[in-house]
Every structure is written in C-alpha cells, then in structure tokens.
C-alpha cells in the first residue's frame, strides 16, 4: 500500500511501541516521522545510565533486537552477568554482553556532557537507523510504581519483582520539572497526526503526555486540524505481554479496550482496536472516538508495516479535536498467529 504524504509524530514506550514504530519507520520517509520514546524506566544500574525503552526502539528499527525478548540484542551473551552472579553482584537486570556496550558509551557520551538526545542520535547513527527517535525529555525522569509492598523504582518492579506487588498509584519522579525535548516541540508544532503507539497507557505514554506543558500544546494543535490516534495494547480483555491489564485491574479498572478508551476519551481521537473487541466499538464511538478494528496483532514485520500503513491512513481521514470526516470501521476476519505484546 503506497502511503499519502504526511508527517507523523509517534509516542511509544517498549516492545510493542517499537513493533509500530517499525512499521511506521518502514512505511513513512525519516523525514517526516518522529518518534519520542518514553525514559522514566530510564535507570542507573552498576554504574551505567539505561535507556530500555530508547534501546529497545533502537534496536528494533537497527533490525538488531532479540525476537524472542522483544529488548535486548539478537545473538547475545552473558559472559559477563554469569561472572559477576558467581561473585555475589546484582544479577537480576539481564545485561547481555554486546549490550553492554551502549549502555557504557551512552554513560560515556553523558558524562561528557552531551544530553540524552545527542547521545541518543550519535547511537542511532552508528547503528544505521535513518528514523529520527528522540527521548521525551533530556532532563531525568524516573517512574516509581506504588505498591501494596510500598514504592519501587520502575525496573525493581518490572524485572526484580516480575509485576507481582499489586498497583496503587504511579508517580514520576522530576517530571514537573522536566522540560519536552525540543525536537518533539518542533515535530509537535509541525505534525499533521499523532500516533500513541500499543503501549502502556500509565507507566509508558503518560510520562510522555504529562510533560509540562504538553497537554495544552497536543490540545491546540487537535483543535488546528491534527487528530491523535491511539492503537490498543489492551486486547480481548486479557493480559497482554507486558503489566498494563494487570495493572488496570489493580486500580479497580475493567482490563478492556473500552476503559482504555475511557482512559484516553477527551485527549484522543480515535482508537484502533483488535478485531477480537469489535464488539467494543459502537460502545467506543459513543465516548466521542472513531475507532478501526483490524488485526493489531504484530506477529512479523509484514503485520508491523500492515498496521502502521492502516493506522496512518485511519489518522488521515480523521480531521481533528474529534470532529471527524470518515472514520472507517473494519470487520476483517484474521488468522492468529504469535503473541500479543505491549
Ligand atoms: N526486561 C525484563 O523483563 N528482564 C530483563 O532482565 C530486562 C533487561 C533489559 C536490559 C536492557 C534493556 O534495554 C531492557 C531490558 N529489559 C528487561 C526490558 C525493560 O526492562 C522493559 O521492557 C521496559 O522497561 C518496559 O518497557
């Protein structure tokens, strides 16, 4: 499918952000995509600055990225973390040993003084990738999930812990401070659409959304013409990879597409949902969004380019501030294949 001419800006978080924004980054020319990557699950860890969300989008677009893991690299090994299990050192985070190296020329590049954004498109560069990835904000943002065992940094929770301390609240340590990256300042002011990737509505696009000042910025330009699409990470109500239905039933949510659509209703325009919600949809629509029911699952790079090529095309036929022109409804039966990730 040949795409109309546009230029997209996309918010995305890990594994299932970087599937779409692969396809958007195949489907789309470099210079008229922007994608701007969460960093609160940004860490120090043994010394070094990780950036997982930022490596794992890297890494996917550089066509490096481990298949089975979604994060990490392809062809790993761990040397490394094996050695220093055997001394007693913190082994819990899997770093790979070619891993390792971004991790330490990113804490290289920043304690020379360079903000995350350079280092960022200085890592991009030497890995090959021509789309233009920028994290939210060079200024230090770090996620802290609240739990029933009290609050713990975002990896304690993720990787630690495995997601299992049940969820009260989140809280983004320095966001109120922290300043939009340029580059999603001037790819905001410039966008003809904004795409929400299939990623955590709470720990992965709200640290992105809140940004001070951003909320007023995004409703200026809907109300100028330029609609905001979400893509559903949620789908058949049931878990997908990574915590986000857990976590909407922990905060005494309905683990579906239609309380991620009250979640985003009012700052969002429309929403793709899976074909196994279509049901959803009418009850979608009268919350105010157009919907697209398609397959979202994002099996293999065909299925990533498939969705990202529709998702644009739902975005264009929407005007705006939900006001809209022909939002389409697909009924499409699919053959399942893999597994749902966020
Ligand atoms: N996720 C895991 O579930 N376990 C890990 O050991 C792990 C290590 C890791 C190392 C580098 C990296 O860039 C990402 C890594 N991730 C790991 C993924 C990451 O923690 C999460 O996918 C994101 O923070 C959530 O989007």
């Known amino acids: 499918m040949a795409l109309r001419q546009t230029t997209i800006l996309a918010f995305a978080g890990g594994v299932g952000g970087a599937k779409l924004a692969l396809g958007l980054a195949r489907s789309l020319p470099p210079d008229q995509l922007t994608i701007v990557v969460n960093t609160g699950d940004d860490f120090e860890h043994l010394g070094w600055h990780i950036s997982p969300d930022l490596d794992t989008v890297m890494y996917t677009l550089a066509g490096l990225s481990n298949p089975e893991t979604g994060w990490g690299l392809a062809g790993e090994s761990w040397n490394f973390l094996d050695?220093?299990?055997?001394?007693?050192?913190?082994?819990?985070?899997?770093?790979?040993?070619?891993d390792l190296a971004t991790h330490a020329q990113r804490t290289r590049l920043l304690g020379e003084g360079l903000p995350l954004s350079a280092v960022t498109r200085h890592l991009c560069e030497r890995l090959g990738v021509t789309a233009e990835i920028v994290p939210m904000s060079d200024d230090p943002v770090r996620t802290i999930v609240h739990t029933d065992d009290g609050?713990?940094?975002?990896?304690?929770?993720?990787?630690?812990?495995?997601?299992?301390?049940?969820?009260?609240?989140?809280?983004?340590?320095?966001?109120?401070?922290?300043?939009?990256?340029?580059?999603?300042?001037?790819?905001?002011?410039?966008?003809?659409?904004?795409?929400?990737?299939?990623?955590?509505?709470?720990?992965?696009?709200?640290?992105?959304?809140?940004?001070?000042?951003?909320?007023?910025?995004?409703?200026?330009?809907?109300?100028?013409?330029?609609?905001?699409?979400?893509?559903?990470?949620?789908?058949?109500?049931?878990?997908?990879?990574?915590?986000?239905?857990?976590?909407?039933?922990?905060?005494?949510?309905?683990?579906?597409?239609?309380?991620?659509?009250?979640?985003?209703?009012?700052?969002?325009?429309?929403?793709?949902?899976?074909?196994?919600?279509?049901?959803?949809?009418?009850?979608?629509?009268?919350?105010?969004?157009?919907?697209?029911?398609?397959?979202?699952i994002m099996a293999t790079d065909a299925d990533k380019i498939r969705l990202a090529q529709e998702t644009v095309e739902f975005a264009l036929s929407l005007k705006g501030h939900g006001d809209t022109e022909t939002g389409r409804q697909g009924d499409r039966e699919t053959g399942r294949q893999g597994d749902t990730e966020t």
């Open 83 to 98: 050695a220093l299990d055997r001394l007693g050192g913190e082994a819990w985070f899997r770093l790979g040993d070619r």
């Open 151 to 296: 609050p713990l940094p975002f990896q304690e929770y993720f990787v630690h812990r495995r997601c299992e301390p049940r969820v009260r609240d989140f809280e983004f340590l320095g966001l109120p401070s922290a300043r939009p990256q340029a580059r999603l300042l001037e790819a905001l002011a410039g966008a003809e659409r904004l795409i929400y990737c299939p990623s955590n509505p709470y720990v992965s696009i709200a640290p992105i959304v809140n940004l001070p000042g951003l909320q007023p910025l995004i409703a200026s330009r809907r109300a100028a013409g330029m609609p905001v699409v979400a893509v559903s990470p949620i789908v058949g109500g049931a878990a997908l990879k990574g915590p986000a239905a857990k976590m909407m039933t922990e905060l005494g949510l309905d683990s579906t597409v239609i309380a991620l659509a009250e979640h985003y209703a009012g700052t969002i325009d429309g929403l793709v949902l899976d074909v196994v919600d279509a049901a959803s949809a009418p009850a979608i629509e009268l919350l105010g969004l157009r919907t697209l029911v398609t397959n979202t």
